[in-house]
């Protein structure tokens, strides 16, 4: 059975979790492939609300859930996401790959301190020591896997490493000088040998597990974090994360075959939004995008840092198609436009007087393209009841003004739009099951 991987199409934060928690219901299995705790993924679930950094959140739903070699965990903060599940009566089927790096102590406050000494060329990350997590995966000799944490060998493991970083401990102030560092060592280890107990029932070899299950047909859903504008290669780079958020990040992290994966769904929201630095050229700067921040509560999940806002740019989704090989769309948050007229849609940029249709490769020049927009008639405002009401009885239901802004996206990214997410709960989604509309002439 093919895998369907799910990744996001812009920036991050479209809502990735809820789609992932609307598929897991017919999926057997569902697969994190990329990044650690510098994710947020938000499951509601009628009045309770699972937000997961680590954990991929098809756990909701009481599925066999997988951390992939692709990660970078936080062991301290996975457990607490366990016993979150267990608290609120989900005893989760979860693997944990013993590829997987470990995210330690030092690495958090190597990255707060590197994007100090940035100044204002700091890149905006959260904070969670991802970035140095992975360096020291590419480093190799300083790195510690999951199957580190779990051996016998760990106490050996993290003496080497700690000696060969000893100068970057005193000099980011992990330590205050090299007599502190044996102190700093014991008490990684005695906190870090503790995890690692509790981990061991949980580790396995991910790829072998994921294969198998799809090798007796089983359906398995990849999960990435983050979005294509993001991705280390495929980003706007510096203004990335340091892995691979685009749908062949999937294979790589988690250990799979091109050929098993089938069915790619980008997941973007009806407008665009930004968390932290690098070139957005539809931001709205003023009233309109303070009114969709707080309508559609941009605000981050890891970090609650409010995120940048703006409208819903082509160019991109037309790239996320591109590099990610989607094969089909899921909007979320349009209800947040609802009330907002009229609604515009980026279709092509201006750059020094020349007209741009695809998304440019350098950084420098996006910051520089002036967005070009095609206006729309916007929609009545509307409540949380007539959301529900309308998800109920489906897409016909959409006011037209609405119907009118997915085809109009339809068209101009010649894909099908299948699931329209109108609110945070499972109940508030549409699964449309109709043809795409015929491609527009002259676009």
């Known amino acids: 059975m093919p895998g369907i991987v799910v990744v996001g199409a812009q920036f991050g934060d479209e809502g990735k979790g809820k789609i992932v928690d609307f598929l897991a219901e017919k999926v057997d299995m569902v697969v994190r492939y990329n990044g650690g705790s510098n994710a947020g993924h938000t499951v509601k679930v009628e009045n309770k609300v699972f937000k997961f950094h680590l954990i991929p959140s098809g756990a909701v739903r009481g599925k066999k859930v997988v951390c992939s070699g692709g990660m970078v965990i936080n062991p301290q903060e996975l457990i607490e996401e366990i016993r979150f599940l267990e608290r609120r009566g989900i005893e989760?089927?979860?693997?944990?790959?013993?590829?997987?790096?470990?995210?330690?102590?030092?690495?958090?406050?190597?990255?707060?301190?590197?994007?100090?000494?940035?100044?204002?060329?700091?890149?905006?990350?959260?904070?969670?020591?991802?970035?140095?997590?992975?360096?020291?995966?590419?480093?190799?000799?300083?790195?510690?896997?999951?199957?580190?944490?779990?051996?016998?060998?760990?106490?050996?493991?993290?003496?080497?490493?700690?000696?060969?970083k000893k100068k970057w401990l005193i000099e980011y102030g992990a330590i205050k000088?090299?007599?502190?560092?044996?102190?700093?060592?014991?008490?990684?280890?005695?906190?870090?040998?503790?995890?690692?107990?509790?981990?061991?029932?949980?580790?396995?070899?991910?790829s072998l597990i994921i294969n198998e299950a799809l090798d007796q047909g089983k359906k398995v859903l990849f999960e990435g974090a983050q979005g294509t504008l993001l991705d280390v290669d495929h980003g706007t780079y510096p203004y990335v994360t340091s892995s691979n958020a685009v749908a062949g990040g999937a294979c790589t992290g988690a250990g799979v075959g091109p050929n098993k994966i089938k069915r790619i769904i980008g997941v973007a929201k009806a407008y665009t939004t930004r968390v932290g630095r690098g070139p957005f050229p539809t931001e709205l700067k003023e009233e309109t995008g303070d009114l969709i921040r707080e309508k559609g509560g941009e605000y981050g999940t890891t970090t609650g840092r409010p995120r940048r806002c703006g409208w819903l740019d082509i160019l991109i989704l037309n790239y996320a198609k591109r590099v990610n090989g989607l094969t089909e769309l899921a909007l979320t948050k349009l209800d947040v436009l609802s009330g907002i007229t009229p609604l515009k849609i980026c279709v092509a940029y201006n750059l020094n007087g020349k007209k741009l249709k695809n998304f440019p490769v350098s950084t420098e020049l996006v910051e520089k393209c002036k967005p070009k927009y095609v206006e729309l008639e916007g929609w009545s405002d509307l409540g949380r009841e007539e959301w529900r009401e309308i998800a109920k009885k489906g897409y016909d239901a959409l006011p037209q003004e609405a119907k009118n802004y997915v085809e109009e996206i339809e068209r101009r990214v010649n894909l099908p739009i299948k699931i329209i997410s109108v609110g945070p709960g499972r109940e508030e989604t549409i699964e449309i099951k109709k043809e795409l509309k015929s491609k527009r002439e002259g676009i």
């Open 92 to 164: 989760p089927d979860l693997v944990v790959s013993l590829r997987a790096h470990v995210t330690l102590p030092y690495h958090p406050v190597f990255d707060r301190a590197s994007e100090k000494r940035k100044g204002e060329e700091k890149i905006g990350t959260t904070g969670k020591g991802i970035g140095p997590t992975y360096s020291d995966k590419m480093k190799r000799v300083e790195a510690i896997r999951i199957e580190d944490l779990v051996s016998n060998k760990f106490k050996e493991k993290i003496s080497k490493v700690l000696e060969a």
């Open 177 to 206: 000088d090299k007599n502190e560092i044996e102190k700093y060592k014991n008490v990684i280890l005695n906190e870090y040998t503790n995890y690692g107990e509790k981990l061991k029932k949980y580790v396995g070899d991910d």
